[in-house]
């Protein structure tokens, strides 16, 4: 862990590629190889008391709150939180009807990331999927097993999917290099809903809404919970960016944004 000192609000990693990295968490992931940075306290002290003059406590995004409705919805956390994303805009859709645009299958109505992105993009919204490989999946036996698939139609279905969402305008699809997501940052602009996978059990990724990050915390929608959670921000991180959750972030928004133009914002 590298613990590095610095006057102003950029770091620099140590690999010394790109530009200071600007960050108001304590934790900073380097875009160019993915090592976790940390700031130190004086600095830390010194970006929030500059931030909250500038702007005072960060409102949190009031994105309501969906729970899964038993075991009908038990694989299908990612559709129901991005189903959140289509409430926040105000779509006026049903859950049923929402998940058969993202082709969840299965008992537990199992959603993969690439249906998810279409099946929001066919409401009008726009929506990118940010990963460590966004073009593939990581083993396809969760999609064999709970979409009661053979590897040869998980595989069609994982590649048709990706190649519709390749064909999109409304869908995009970035390596966590190429595109990050300061989640301070699209907070503070409410410039979209942020769905990170995290790493919550042994055996199984679970996904969440993002609604605030403040004071070494972040707050979340959880689908399984009656009310808003919030998790310890860096463990939150630590959960999230990792190579079993591969990095993943569905970012779902009402409209075309600029990535580095929302994450380079004072």
Known sequence: MENIKTPGVGVTCICNTGSPIRHLLDVVICP???????????????????????????????????????????????????????????????????????????????????????????????????????YELIGYGDVMEKEGLTEDAAREKVKRLIKECEENERTELFT????????????????????????????????????????GYVYYNDPNDEKQCKMDMNYFFRLWQNEKTDYDIIVISDKKIDFDEINERE
């Open 32 to 134: 160019q190889c993915n090592r976790e940075l940390r700031l130190s306290e004086e600095t830390r002290k010194n970006l929030w008391i500059k931030y909250l003059r500038r702007n005072g406590p960060r409102k949190p995004m009031d994105i309501p709150l969906v729970q899964k409705s038993g075991e009908g919805d038990k694989d299908a956390c990612q559709a129901v939180v991005a189903y959140m994303a289509l409430k926040y805009y105000g779509i006026n859709a049903s859950k049923e009807e929402f998940f058969a645009r993202c082709e969840t299958a299965g008992k537990g109505n199992h959603a993969l990331s690439w249906g998810v992105l279409k099946g929001a993009a066919s409401y009008g919204l726009y929506a990118w999927l940010i990963s460590g490989h966004p």
């Open 176 to 215: 966590n290099v190429e595109e990050r997501v300061i989640i301070s940052k699209f907070i503070d602009a409410k410039a979209a809903v942020l769905i990170p996978t995290l790493e919550w059990t042994e055996n199984e990724n679970h996904s969440v809404v993002v609604t605030n990050i403040w004071e």
